[in-house]
Structure formats: structure tokens, C-alpha cells
């Protein structure tokens, strides 16, 4: 469910980037794809950093859902670890499950400040030169900026880091002889069961894979990339931190799915038709999951080809065409509603109206 609220969070965020587009085309009558490209937001954070409007609202409580889900399910306890009496163990298994909880609820409530935000779109005009408003903003502006960028490090970065150590040992220890609790699943056993979670936890490995590619395609973006393009186009940053997205809440998926089939005492307690159903349900996702990666692998190597100007002036052409479509559908609304509001609308109401009848 976590997971779950998180993309539709991101389907919100995409919303956003289409109605900016679709505002800017019913204001103008026309697109500059150009400009408009240039003036895209190139992060998550930066498109939806006004939580007042309907689209910051709506994605902020998605995901605030989603991290307050990831808090109450306790899934580190049904994780493939035991806790015994290390302090150690506890505290750093502790440390993994509030982490990504900890970084989305920052980031929630630390948006990107809207002063920022707005002097960054000033730079982007052209022949825009800074003056001392532009220094006072960045002064006020730097708590709430730093802030905000160690929450998306902590949800994303170590995170992903974390998430890395723990299934490389994980791995070691399935294929050492497990964690000498003869309930969790174990390389020895060949069960259904076992071959589920090895497969689950390949998947998640494979998630992970896709998440680090993001993560050194927007570095490279922001710190390598000679040309700086990122500034005429700021999809070739938001495409990698969207994908990120994507992967690190199809992992918290595969991680929700392997608690399945970790107990292999609790597993064979089910029915025959249940664990037929858990299996082909972890199957189904598997498959979804891991494709998206490899979609992911080929746009990151192709960026160039998907992000160029034919390919965003498409994007923008289908844009006209559905607002061109929503604006007919919602013109006889329009009238609708303004025929029942209006009706009565003079200095007798309809009420004093029946009251002054009723007196006659």
C-alpha cells in the first residue's frame, strides 16, 4: 500500500508538468517549445513546492500516506534478519526502517522554498541580471534549501546505500545456512517458498541496479555534463530522479512481497490455493518490476534521442490536443452551472419572494 500511494503521488506530480503546460497554451493561444522547455521545473520537489495548490496538496498527502504506511507496518520485523541481543543489529536495522520514513516526511513537510524557486526562474530569462533582492532571497532561502536537500540525500542516497549492504548480506547468509532459525527459508530447503524469495530477492537486486543508474545519471547531469544542458532542457534531470522514484518504491513492492514467502513455517500453514495465488501475484510483479527496469537502462542510454526538441514538441502536440478536448467537454459545464447559480440573481430572492406571497 505504501508503494502504492507513492505512485500515485508521482502520477500527480506528471499531472502537474501537464497542466503547466496546458495553462501556459490556453493563456497564449500557442507554445514556444523552446521556452517552454526551458521554463519546466527539473525536479519533483520544484514542480510540486507549492503544497497550496491542488496539485502540491494532493501529492503531499499521497505521500505522506505512504510514509506513514511504511511506519506502522513494522516490516523490519518480518524481514530476513534476527535480532537476538545485538545492540548493534538492532540499532542498524532500526536505522534502515526510519530512514526512507524520516526522508519522505521531510521532504513533505520542507519543501523547496517558493522565493527560491521563483529567482531561479527569473535566471532563466534571458538577459536577467541579479541585483540585491535576488542575494536577499538566497540568504532567507538557505536553511529551508539545506534542509530540504539532506531529506532527498537521507530518502534517496542512503537509502539506496543501505538497502545494498542488506542484500548483499542477506545473500551471504541464505546461501551460508541462513540464520539458524530453522522458520526462515534457506538455500538447503527447495521449496516453493525458498525459490520465491530467492527470486524476490534477485528482483529487489535488480531494482536497487536501476536506482544507482539514476542516481549517477542525475550526478553527472548536474556536475559533469559539459554543456550544462540540464538548463535548456530540465527533463534529462527530472526523467533520472522520477526513475529513481519509481525504483525505490517498486523495491519497497518486492520487500513487502518477499515477507511472503520469508517464513517457511508460515507459508506451508497456508492453503494450497493461497500459496498458488501469493506466487502468481509475486510473479506478476516481479515480471512488471523488472521490465521497467530494463525500460529504464534504455532510456538512460538514449536520453538524447527521447529528450530532443521533436520528441518534447510531440509531447507538447498531444498536450493541445487533450486541453483542446477537456475545454469543448467543459464548456456546456460551464453553462450549466452558470444558468442554476444565476438564476434568482437580483435584489429579491426567491426566499423574500414566497415570504412577501405568503403574506398577500
Not at 538566497?138 to 534542509?147: G, I, P, R, T, Y
Request: hydrophobic residues 45%; negative net charge.
Amino acid at each position: 500500500m505504501s508503494s502504492a500511494f507513492g505512485h500515485i503521488a508521482l502520477l500527480v506530480c506528471d499531472q502537474c508538468r501537464e497542466h503547466m503546460v496546458a495553462m501556459e497554451y490556453i493563456r497564449n493561444k500557442s507554445i514556444d517549445t523552446e521556452m517552454m522547455i526551458r521554463d519546466m521545473p527539473e525536479s519533483i520537489s520544484k514542480t510540486i513546492h507549492e503544497t497550496s495548490s491542488p496539485h502540491g496538496r494532493a501529492f503531499q498527502s499521497f505521500m505522506l500516506v505512504s510514509g506513514l504506511l511504511m511506519l506502522t507496518s513494522h516490516w523490519i520485523m518480518y524481514e530476513y534478519v534476527e535480532f537476538r541481543d545485538s545492540t548493534f543489529e538492532i540499532t542498524i536495522q532500526t536505522v534502515r526502517w526510519l530512514c526512507p520514513i524520516v526522508g519522505i516526511i521531510l521532504l513533505v513537510f520542507i519543501p523547496m522554498s517558493h522565493d527560491y524557486t521563483m529567482m531561479i526562474d527569473r535566471f532563466k530569462k534571458p538577459g536577467y541580471t541579479i541585483n540585491k533582492s535576488d542575494l536577499a532571497t538566497l540568504f532567507a532561502s538557505q536553511m529551508q534549501e539545506n534542509m530540504h536537500n539532506a531529506a532527498g540525500t537521507l530518502a534517496f542516497a542512503v537509502t539506496t546505500g543501505l538497502e545494498g549492504y542488506f542484500l548483499v548480506t542477506e545473500f551471504i547468509q541464505f546461501f551460508g545456512g541462513g540464520l539458524g532459525l530453522a522458520n526462515l527459508v534457506r538455500w538447503e530447503h527447495k521449496t516453493r517458498a525458498m525459490h520465491m524469495w530467492l527470486a524476490l530477492l534477485c528482483c529487489r537486486s535488480l531494482m536497487l541496479l536501476g536506482a544507482q543508474a539514476c542516481l549517477w545519471s542525475m550526478g553527472y547531469e548536474w556536475f559533469g555534463e559539459p554543456t550544462h544542458r540540464v538548463t535548456r532542457n530540465p527533463y534529462f534531470l527530472y526523467a533520472p530522479e522520477r526513475g529513481l522514484t519509481n525504483e525505490l518504491l517498486n523495491y519497497i513492492a518486492m520487500l513487502a512481497v518477499s515477507i511472503w514467502f520469508v517464513n517457511q513455517t508460515a507459508f506451508d500453514a497456508l492453503s494450497d490455493t493461497a500459496q498458488q495465488v501469493l506466487s502468481i501475484l509475486a510473479l506478476g510483479l516481479m515480471v512488471a518490476s523488472a521490465l521497467y527496469t530494463v525500460g529504464l537502462f534504455w532510456f538512460l542510454c538514449r536520453k538524447e534521442r527521447y529528450l530532443n526538441k521533436d520528441q518534447m514538441e510531440k509531447w507538447f502536440d498531444k498536450i493541445r490536443k487533450k486541453t483542446d478536448l477537456n475545454l469543448g467537454s467543459l464548456e456546456p459545464k460551464l453553462h450549466e452551472l452558470h444558468t442554476k447559480w444565476s438564476a434568482h440573481a437580483n435584489p429579491l430572492t426567491s426566499e423574500e419572494s414566497d415570504g412577501r406571497s405568503e403574506e398577500r
